[in-house]
């Protein structure tokens, strides 16, 4: 049986399929566009073959795709876009991270959830640590194994924070309230996020508080990456004990966007949530060691 086609074509493929029909084209209009026969623009479309870059400006400006749109769909089918931090790390990155990753490289807005703990693109290095710790202690990982996931870990970091997309964070009051590493690392977890919150930067941060917990119960962690500009353009990235699933189905996405954005509507203000945030860490409420 063959590999899935990688999500990054099968969202260039839908994306010109879409245009393709907005302008009313059939597959064999697209085909005379390109000098080619039909099955080749399915197997574009599906995701099953990529896309030469002049192929794919030909068809965009046949179609009559606006400027930003075609620079964005150019990134994602770039051969370039096939090497990252997530290759360099391959043998530690599950295959749901190293399907989202390219996409997550190119967004333009991440938006993130998590119940239980803080997100991996949020944590400092000690917290990092221990979390990378406890979840490989019970399969034997060696420490030069652990020390790659730690790498990988703050490479994404410096990948995808240090190009400032617009980032939203609702991270629920529990994930704030487990010690992880000690009281020492948490407190150090804590007063980072407080920094950042007050920031006022490109990294927004909300708590949704446990007196909010149905919201949490219904919903679990995600990131969701959107690439500006193009229609149904993005990927969700669902985390699991294996590594995680990365879902790049319009619906799919479409659906965890309305659960984010319904928790964000739940959660508080980025000015309360950073006030909450000061208060925690200067209150230092957590149970000893």
């Not at 197997?43 to 606006?66: H, K, M, N, T, W």
């Not at 659960?259 to 949530?273: D, N, T, V, Y």
Request: net charge neutral.
């Amino acid at each position: 049986m063959s590999a899935a086609p990688p999500a990054r074509r099968r969202l260039t493929g839908a994306a010109l399929r879409r245009y393709r029909e907005a302008v009313g084209y059939d597959l064999a209009d697209a085909a005379r566009v390109l000098g080619c026969d039909r099955s080749k623009v399915s197997r574009i479309e599906s995701g099953e073959r990529g896309i030469r870059a002049e192929e794919l400006r030909i068809l965009l400006a046949d179609y009559g795709v606006d400027t930003s749109a075609a620079q964005a769909l150019l990134a994602l089918s770039a051969p370039s876009l096939t090497r990252g931090w997530w290759q360099e790390f391959g043998g530690v990155v599950a295959d749901g991270m190293a399907e989202f990753a390219p996409i997550e490289a190119l967004a333009s807005a991440i938006a993130i959830f998590e119940a239980h703990r803080v997100s991996d693109l949020l944590q400092t290095e000690d917290y990092a640590k221990a979390i990378i710790a406890a979840s490989q202690a019970d399969d034997g990982a060696e420490q030069a194994t652990r020390d790659s996931r730690l790498a990988a870990v703050l490479a994404r970091q410096r990948a995808v924070l240090g190009r400032r997309p617009d980032v939203t964070v609702v991270i629920a009051e529990a994930a704030l309230l487990n010690v992880v590493g000690g009281t020492r690392v948490t407190r150090g977890q804590l007063d980072w996020l407080a920094r950042v919150a007050s920031d006022d930067g490109h990294i927004v941060i909300h708590v949704l508080p446990l007196t909010r917990g149905t919201q949490v119960a219904a919903t679990g962690p995600m990131t969701i990456a959107d690439v500006g500009g193009v229609p149904s353009l993005g990927a969700v990235h669902v985390p699991g004990v294996r590594g995680g699933i990365c879902l790049d189905d319009p619906s799919a996405v479409a659906a965890h966007t309305r659960a984010f954005e319904q928790l964000r509507m739940h959660a508080l203000s980025p000015a309360a949530s950073a006030r909450f945030l000061r208060d925690m860490a200067a209150r230092r409420v957590l149970r000893s060691d």
